[in-house]
């Protein structure tokens, strides 16, 4: 079962931040926390994982609380690209992903 | 681009056909994956291959069987299947450790049962 919980549906507006919330609030020790998005007819695309600290790369930034039990994903300028599913996971191997219903963002012009 | 190829990209088949899809990787993994997506739903696991053997089946019905014939190749082959079936079947593969390895997915397989 999905350990994760997410808004269904945001908007954001083209060129502005996106912020997507997890909560995660029965996180354990080992668990990774990973950030997929999934656009229409492709699959998943993996974006950013974390276990503690906040990470960022070429796509986004990951901040996870001190207490672990919640994470945003960070879409510094969305463009309308970026519209798509965005899946929250947890996982302590990485070979057992259960995907939660995922937040779906839409990026206004 | 996706670095997880997979075969064919549709299927359409009868109820009483046998068929297969196939994935593969060039990316030195030794995790392979199934998983199922139904229309406007979740990715669900279905298999986990580690090291070209069987690690997990989360239930799958036996009307889906998979076989991993090396480290690059996964398949699954189809048998009787029922329409319910229909779905988007997706393929991915990671490293193997102790945590902190994403899976990278294929664009999958529409499959759909007539």
């Known amino acids: 079962d999905a350990k994760t919980t997410q808004p269904p549906s945001m908007d954001c507006a083209e060129g502005r931040a996106a912020n997507l919330p997890c909560n995660h609030s029965t996180i354990s020790g080992n668990e990774y926390v990973y950030w997929y998005r999934q656009i229409h007819s492709q699959g998943p695309q993996y974006i950013i994982h974390?276990?503690?600290n906040n990470e960022t790369n070429e796509m986004a930034s990951l901040i996870i609380t001190e207490d672990r039990k919640s994470s945003t994903l960070i879409l510094p300028h969305a463009t309308l690209r970026d519209t798509a599913v965005y899946y929250c996971?947890?996982?302590?191997?990485?070979?057992?992903?259960?995907f939660g219903t995922g937040t779906s963002l839409t990026v206004i012009p | 681009d996706t670095e997880v190829t997979q075969t064919p990209k549709h299927l359409v088949m009868g109820m009483t056909n046998k068929k297969s899809l196939k994935c593969e990787q060039h990316m030195g993994h030794r995790a392979m994956y199934w998983y199922k997506q139904k229309a406007k739903k979740p990715p669900e696991l279905m298999f986990v291959?580690?090291?070209?053997?069987?690690?997990i089946n989360e239930s799958v019905p036996s009307r889906f069987s998979p076989e991993c014939p090396n480290s690059s190749l996964l398949n699954l082959h189809l048998h009787a299947l029922q329409p319910e079936d229909s779905a988007l079947y997706l393929c991915a593969s990671s490293q193997v450790g102790q945590g902190g390895q994403p899976q990278h997915f294929g664009d999958g397989t529409r499959l759909s049962i007539l």
């Open positions: 996971i947890l996982s302590n191997t990485g070979n057992q992903f259960y």
């Open positions: 291959y580690s090291y070209e053997k069987l690690s």
């Open positions: 974390g276990l503690k």
